[in-house]
């Protein structure tokens, strides 16, 4: 019994040098176990959400594709669609949106400018060029002496249309006014046009009643009209006023954001709309 006890002893003495001897290289493994459960939030956060103001229509058919894309890289897209211009930067600088995508550059800092916002540039996505649409007339000359025209009531799309207007020979605007345009810029109207300004949204429905409006591309797809076929006349492939993706500045930097781009600007969204769009709308990266 005595060796029998001095042996279980001496066998504890030995276990517990031999652990103390090793306890840091067994203790390696439980800490890369334990680092390895500790990037699991990680893995989760790349299942991330984020909620998207859209122009409904067309632009959120788009955004379907999208959807899909970023989908595959582990980022869910909320859509959230809208059919006016100042509801979706109203709820992305309130909190309501991660980020949206309807608006160009210059009607961006008029906003920021006139609301106080804080919202910037995220990516380009697709340039619409917007023409100038009738029910009455098939050709841009055949407008009248006093007829009365169309074009969207706020400031940067009313002034984009009224450089479409100076650019189809219609009126002439002061020199300089460029993006910031109004109707009270007009230095030669020829025809003695009249310009009613009509929410952009609108001119669509009200389209019989004047003869002829400027039509945002968008509202005008939803409309039914096909701009490179019903439009009497329209801005060039190229024209500046790019669409692009927006969000607050203080969360331009987040990584997440890359992922919202990556998975807009892809081939598959490329595709996409030159399948459906054809000329209506170019990408724009």
């Given at each position: 019994m005595k060796k029998s006890y001095l042996s279980?002893?001496?066998g504890l003495v030995m276990a517990l040098v031999v652990t103390g001897c090793g306890g840091g290289q067994q203790a390696a493994?439980?800490?890369?176990?334990?680092?390895?459960?500790?990037n699991a939030p990680a893995a989760e956060q790349q299942n991330e959400t984020l909620k998207i103001g859209v122009m409904s229509g067309s632009e959120e058919e788009i955004w379907k594709v999208a959807k899909e894309v970023a989908a595959k890289d582990g980022l869910t897209l909320d859509l959230v669609p809208f059919n006016d211009y100042i509801l979706p930067n109203k709820a992305l600088e309130k909190g309501d949106l991660d980020a949206n995508a309807f608006q160009h550059v210059p009607y961006l800092e008029e906003f920021n400018a006139n609301h106080g916002t804080h919202i910037v540039k995220l990516a380009n996505t697709l340039n619409f060029p917007i023409g100038i649409y009738s029910e009455k007339i098939k050709d841009i000359s055949e407008l009248k002496e006093g007829d009365i025209v169309g074009l969207p009531n706020d400031p940067t799309n009313g002034a984009r249309a009224l450089i479409l207007?100076?650019?189809?020979?219609?009126?002439?605007?002061?020199e300089g006014k460029g993006v910031k345009a109004t109707v009270l810029d007009i230095a030669e109207n020829?025809?003695?046009?009249?310009?009613?300004?009509?929410?952009?949204?609108f001119i669509p429905k009200t389209l019989g009643n004047l003869a002829a409006a400027v039509i945002n591309t968008n509202f005008a797809i939803e409309a039914g009209l096909v701009p490179t076929k019903d439009a009497i006349y329209m801005e060039p492939?190229?024209?500046?006023?790019?669409?692009?993706?927006?969000?607050?500045e203080a969360d331009k930097d987040k990584p997440v954001f890359q992922k919202l781009v990556k998975a807009y600007q892809s081939d598959e969204v490329k595709k996409f709309v030159e399948e459906k769009y054809g000329d209506s709308m170019v990408a724009a990266w």
């Open positions: 279980l002893f001496m493994p439980q800490t890369n176990t334990g680092a390895s459960e500790g207007f100076e650019s189809a020979g219609l009126i002439k605007l002061k020829p025809k003695n046009l009249q310009f009613k300004e009509l929410d952009a949204a492939k190229d024209s500046p006023w790019v669409n692009i993706i927006a969000v607050r």
